[in-house]
């Protein structure tokens, strides 16, 4: 099976604009979708991008999802950035068999 | 509102087992492929299982196969995840989640946490 790599951690400052990587170890980025989940300190998992790209009723439009297949990556990407946007956040595909696999997480930090 | 609720964690010595219940309300369960998800002390996101609507098609982390089991009952709108041979790395929470279709997650549950100790 393949594997999802993240950065262990990010941090940038309020108002600015930060970008999480997360990169398929083997097959193509694009032949299953990613999805992107938030978990606050202490609190459960949240969906913030689905589909590589969709937003959730509820999902602010700061955040937003992209695909880069030349990368074999995704992208999740947060503008205007604010203190309650300090979370891990985790990427997620799955392979043909509907085998989830999780990206090992980023912890964004805002300062 | 959507709801998952999740119950039946506890302390269970290592080789014994338990069973997790989720009940969920504010959507159509029938509907809806469910998954467990679990996220060990200070660790990431791992998925466990799977079940499709209907529960014709089950899926598991290599980890659980032949120990777990995932299973639902539409007509109580409740999912479950028998836990058997339990080792100290089973220890976790426990979330209860579902979506419409079976590679993502829209709805997530608070969590039950699994401790696996002698």
Known sequence: NFMLTQ?????????KTVTISCTRSSGSIASNYVQWYQQRPGSAPTTV?????????????????????????ASLTISGL???DEADYYCQSYDSSIYWVFGGGTKLTVL | EVQLVESGGGLVQPGGSLRLS??????????YWMSWVRQAPGKGLEWVANI???GS????????KGRFTISRDNAKNSLYLQMNSLRAE????????G????????????????????
């Open chain 2, 22 to 31: 989720c009940a969920a309300s504010g959507f159509t369960f029938s509907s």
């Open chain 2, 90 to 97: 089973d220890t976790a929470v426990y979330y209860c989640a």
């Open chain 2, 52 to 54: 499709k609507q209907d």
């Open chain 1, 7 to 15: 950065p262990h951690s990010v941090s940038e400052s309020p108002g």
């Open chain 1, 82 to 84: 604010k203190t309650e």
């Open chain 1, 49 to 73: 991008i689905y589909e590589d790209n969709q937003r959730p009723s509820g999902v602010p439009d700061r955040f937003s999802g992209s695909i880069d297949s030349s990368s074999n990556s």
């Open chain 2, 57 to 64: 098609e089950k899926y598991y982390v290599d980890s659980v």
């Open chain 2, 99 to 118: 979506s419409p279709v079976g590679w993502l997650v829209h709805y997530w549950g608070q969590g039950t946490l699994v401790t696996v100790s002698s």
